[in-house]
T-cell receptor, first 111, second 113 residues
Framework: SQQGEEDPQALSIQEGENATMNCSYK?????LQWYRQNSGRGLVHLIL?????REKHSGRLRVTLDTSKKSSSLLITASRAADTASYFC???????????FGAGTRLFVKA | SQTIHQWPATLVQPVGSPLSLECTVE??????LYWYRQAAGRGLQLLFY??????ISSEVPQNLSASRPQDRQFILSSKKLLLSDSGFYLC????????????FGPGTRLTVL
């Protein structure tokens, strides 16, 4: 079964606004990752947060992790039209060999 | 630096025809390799992963197969394509198995008619 599920499925905002995407998962994890995918391209790793971390920043990205609620959020501040893409959360499986991806949030930033 | 290549970029094949998609990685040794399929507007479905030459783990029953003839080469094959095999196929590698950063290739768009 799918480990990570993103919410919302799609998000449309104006340039300059903040975008928040959420991810929920079902089982215990060692870490959680966020990836970005431009249309028709491969995925690009954005950030990894470990299970013992609660918040992590990278440039305009802020990721939080709440292991008690089995959820994570990705905040993109001061969005730009170039941020238009799909964003996926991914978690490790209990066996340790795989990364399980959610269905993604499609973000559209209007210029 | 490490790079990952996939080809072809796009492919249109008739039902029942064979398939061979190739993925190669440069600049690293003994990578963990993955094949994913992505349906339009959906997430990634893990098809196969490999932790070493000749070692293939299959995630879903299907008419696809994978092989790893060399350390940095991963091949996805089918003897007879089905309509349901259409999709976007992505190859990825990681330095550590499971739950660590993966590096993706550009993908192959496969359309089965």
């Amino acid at each position: 079964s799918q480990q990570g599920e993103e919410d919302p499925q799609a998000l449309s905002i104006q340039e300059g606004e903040n975008a928040t995407m959420n991810c929920s998962y079902k089982t215990s994890i060692n870490n959680l990752q966020w990836y970005r995918q431009n249309s028709g391209r491969g995925l690009v790793h954005l950030i990894l947060i470990r299970s013992n971390e609660r918040e992590k920043h990278s440039g305009r990205l802020r990721v939080t992790l709440d292991t008690s609620k089995k959820s994570s959020s990705l905040l993109i501040t001061a969005s730009r039209a170039a941020d238009t893409a799909s964003y996926f959360c991914a978690t490790d499986d209990t066996g340790g060999f795989k990364t399980i991806f959610g269905a993604g949030t499609r973000l559209f930033v209007k210029a | 630096s490490q790079t990952i290549h996939q080809w072809p970029a796009t492919l249109v094949q008739p039902v029942g025809s064979p398939l061979s998609l190739e993925c190669t990685v440069e600049g690293t040794s003994n990578p963990n390799l993955y094949w994913y399929r992505q349906a339009a507007g959906r997430g990634l479905q893990l098809l196969f992963y490999s932790v070493g030459i000749g070692q293939i783990s299959s995630e879903v029953p299907q008419n696809l197969s994978a092989s790893r003839p060399q350390d940095r080469q991963f091949i996805l094959s089918s003897k007879k394509l089905l309509l349901s095999d259409s999709g976007f196929y992505l190859c990825a590698w990681s330095g550590i198995a499971g739950g660590h950063e993966q590096f993706f290739g550009p993908g192959t768009r496969l359309t089965v008619l």
